[in-house]
């Protein structure tokens, strides 16, 4: 079983097919980890490509940062921060390719961003914009696994309907992994920093979250809460509860959980015609 599932890493990981920009990606994080370089630097390496900066801008304009005028790349990372920006430009391809094959996941992740980002507000946690990040990259997996699996997707969509299984579980049954170990590896293949990849790869598994517990806590809450909203698709019908664990590391009680969904309920109204907006254009 090993075998097979670190044959499938290597699979998967194969960065000449991975759906990235590796040029301006290359120099982007060589810039990001120079301390002498400067937001305006990177922002025109970004710059260069207009259409990864049309898609990064549109969705720091999305519902989910909840900023509107974002303008500019060097407007965005600093209201944004250069890890969300760097994560949306290594994403963006990834991102078209479920906004025209997938709308219900690009739905489900934009919802579960929003509501990572209500969540982290209303909780007064640090660093909204890399949690909302880390909640729209959480699903990440399924698209590769979609991209790279194609033989075996037959088999897992089968076993969630007729088995009645979560996502996750068909696909660890099928493929010895799933989305969200399939999302870390990408993550730490694009150099992303641990606060961003520990969510992604644990949003499942919130025990397993050794230093970011409480970010990965807050994209697992939002998770299943966009899943008991309804909306989007996620690959699957059925909503797990929240974790133990999370709901003890956040802190939650029922009142502050019903305030979290009120707000989420009517955010989400923006969402959806945020998603109808580009699907028409």
Not at 179 to 202: R, T
Request: aromatic share 4%; glycine share 4%.
């Amino acid at each position: 079983m090993d075998d097979r599932r670190n044959e499938l890493k290597k699979i998967i990981m194969d960065t000449k097919t991975l759906p990235t920009l590796p040029g301006v990606i290359n120099k982007l994080n060589t810039l990001s980890n120079d301390d002498k370089s400067s937001v305006q630097e990177m922002a025109r390496i970004v710059s260069a490509d207009q259409v990864l900066s049309a898609r990064i801008l549109r969705l720091a304009n999305s519902p989910s940062y909840g900023f509107y005028r974002v303008s500019t790349i060097s407007n965005a990372m600093i209201l944004l921060g250069v890890n969300v920006v760097k994560s949306l430009a290594l994403s963006s391809s990834i991102f078209e390719i479920m906004e025209k094959n997938s709308v219900g996941l690009w739905e489900h992740s934009l919802g579960t961003a929003t509501a990572a980002g209500i969540i982290a507000r209303k909780l007064a946690i640090p660093e909204v914009e890399e949690i909302t990040t880390a909640g729209l990259l959480h699903d990440i997996g399924k698209v590769i696994i979609g991209l790279k699996c194609v033989e075996q997707m037959p088999e897992i969509r089968r076993m969630i309907k007729m088995d009645e299984l979560y996502v996750i579980d068909a696909e660890k049954t099928v493929l010895d992994t799933d989305h969200a170990e399939v999302g870390g590896w990408l993550s730490k293949s694009w150099f992303l920093p641990e606060k961003l990849s520990e969510p992604i790869a644990c949003h499942h598994n919130v025990i397993a979250s050794e230093d970011h517990r409480v970010k990965t806590s807050v994209v697992h809450l939002a998770d299943v809460l966009i899943k008991a909203s309804g909306f989007g698709d996620s690959g699957d019908s059925y909503v797990p509860p929240v974790q133990q664990i999370a709901w003890e590391t956040l802190k939650l009680d029922e009142s502050l959980l019903k305030e979290i969904i009120v707000e989420l309920e009517d955010k989400l109204v923006e969402v959806k015609n945020f998603s109808l907006e580009l699907q028409v254009a």
